[in-house]
């Protein structure tokens, strides 16, 4: 069965300081998808990353990074010198390679960046 | 391009009442889905559909109808509606099951629904 896990229910930091949100996953596929996505404070869902099973580079966006560990099944996502607009909770997901129309999401984490 | 739209954005029901939530995309994206948000609980799965007249259930269908009859919309049937029911629904759609793509899952804004 598949499931994605995201320990962290909630994080709290100051502006500037960078931050790690964990996602762990656990799948029978050798070929699957992982995804992170954001939800703000107004709610809709704002994708951010897809990343496939063969492919464990780290990725980097502006702030945003993300680090792929198969070994560890861990799909991390670290913010760098957080913002308050980064304020929002944060979905891991998982897919199988060939049914990405179904997603399995985390419970989430919601980050709060304080001034 | 609007791209994934649902309508109402709030609705309120009472306990055995039925209504429809709509969702529509013009992107001509083949794989639609519903989900619901419910807290601490993420987003769990409803129904989904693979393209006009083909839709196959999710991981918590109960309570809910859905149908298909063109590309662009996907209506979600709430039959009898339920306190249990009381939640965010999530409409979201994909361009097709393609690996070797980027296709990714486009959610629209959301409908909140109570049920008293």
């Known amino acids: 069965a598949q499931k994605v896990t995201q320990a962290q229910t909630e994080i709290s930091v100051v502006e500037k300081e960078d931050v790690t949100l964990d996602c762990v996953y656990e799948t029978r596929d050798t070929t699957y998808y992982l995804f992170w996505y954001k939800q703000p404070p107004s709610g809709e869902l704002v994708f951010l990353i897809r990343?496939?099973?063969?492919?464990?580079q780290n990725e980097i966006s502006g702030r945003y990074s993300w680090n792929f560990q198969k070994s560890t099944s861990s799909f991390n996502f670290t913010i760098t010198a957080s913002q308050v607009v980064d304020s929002a909770v944060y979905f891991c997901a998982l897919s199988e390679a060939d049914n990405t129309d179904k997603l399995i999401f985390g419970t989430g984490t919601r980050l709060q960046v304080f001034p | 391009n609007a791209g994934v739209t649902q309508t109402p954005k709030f609705q309120v029901l009472k306990t055995g009442q039925s209504m429809t939530l709509q969702c529509a995309q013009d992107m001509n994206h083949e794989y639609m889905s519903w989900y619901r948000q419910d807290p601490g609980m993420g987003l769990r799965l409803i129904h989904y559909?693979?393209?006009?007249?083909?839709?196959d259930q999710g991981e918590v269908p109960n309570g809910y109808n859905v149908s298909r009859s063109t590309t662009e919309d996907f209506p979600l049937r709430l039959l009898s509606a339920a306190p249990s029911q009381t939640s965010v629904y999530f409409c979201?759609?994909?361009?097709?099951?393609?690996?070797?793509?980027?296709?990714?899952?486009?959610f629209g804004p959301g409908t909140r629904l109570t049920v008293l």
């Open positions: 990343r496939n099973s063969f492919d464990e």
């Open positions: 979201a759609s994909n361009i097709g099951r393609n690996p070797t793509s980027t296709d990714t899952q486009y």
């Open positions: 559909s693979v393209g006009a007249g083909i839709t």
